[in-house]
């Protein structure tokens, strides 16, 4: 059974970067990207980009930028977020989701890092 | 503001049907394929519909997708209490350098 593990939670100070990891556990899988998307609390889902493993080509989406990148490494099977320059308003959970499906959809999901930022 | 617009709450009773709508524009929605999520209090979101109305493995025949145009409809039939839920729908929009578009959401709630 295939799963996305994330690292735990995180508390970063105003200004801060934060990285976040996502190994894929299990059977593994070639071929899909890796999107990563944030929930504020009591708010909706928000994307922030994806990157493909096989060339780590990425898609940023524009709120983020200037502030954020997606990487994979393939040996562990292990893809990365970071964001830099955080501000109170990142406060969030961030999640991994992998599309295996050969399109934009995201048919596995982690459980989420909680990334707190405050002073 | 979300670029998908979904009426924020949606109610029914067990065994009937809802219907939970999304609509956008031609550069999302009018040609690019469109996602349903369903994400249960406190868990991440699960791919419910992908290509406009294809259901994972797994996913009952309970919940169905259909695209005409600029719109999309999700319908849950024989509604259950477990289908109380947040859904969001989804899909690629073609402008800017391109990126994934989300509603904002609506919440179901089984009376």
């Known amino acids: 059974d295939v799963q996305l593990v994330q690292s735990g939670a995180e508390v970063k100070r105003p200004g801060a970067t934060v990285k976040i990891s996502c190994k894929i556990s299990g059977d593994t899988f070639s071929d899909y990207f890796m999107h990563w998307v944030r929930q504020a609390r009591g708010n909706g889902l928000e994307w922030v980009g994806l990157?493909?493993?096989?060339?780590?080509?990425?898609i940023y989406a524009e709120n983020f930028q200037d502030r954020v990148t997606l990487t994979a490494d393939t040996s562990s099977v292990t893809s990365y977020m970071e964001l830099r320059s955080l501000r109170s308003d990142d406060t969030a959970v961030y999640y991994c989701?992998?599309?295996?499906?050969?399109?934009?959809?995201?048919?596995?999901w982690g459980p989420g890092t909680l990334v707190t930022v405050s002073s | 503001q979300s670029v998908l617009t979904q009426p924020p709450s949606a109610s029914g009773t067990p065994g009937q049907r809802v219907t939970i709508s999304c609509s956008g524009s031609?550069?999302?929605?009018?040609?690019?394929?469109l996602y349903w999520y369903q994400q249960l209090p406190g868990t991440a979101p699960k791919l419910l519909i992908y290509?406009?109305?294809q259901r994972p493995s797994g996913v009952p025949d309970r919940f169905s997708g259909s695209k005409s145009g600029t719109s999309a409809s999700l319908v849950i039939s024989g509604l259950r209490s477990e289908d109380e839920a947040e859904y969001y729908c989804a899909a690629w929009d073609d402008s800017v350098s391109g990126y994934v578009v989300f509603g904002g959401g609506t919440k179901l709630t089984v009376l």
């Open positions: 031609g550069s999302n929605i009018g040609g690019n394929f």
């Open positions: 990157v493909d493993p096989a060339d780590g080509d990425t």
């Open positions: 989701a992998a599309g295996t499906l050969r399109d934009y959809s995201m048919n596995l």
């Open positions: 290509r406009d109305n």
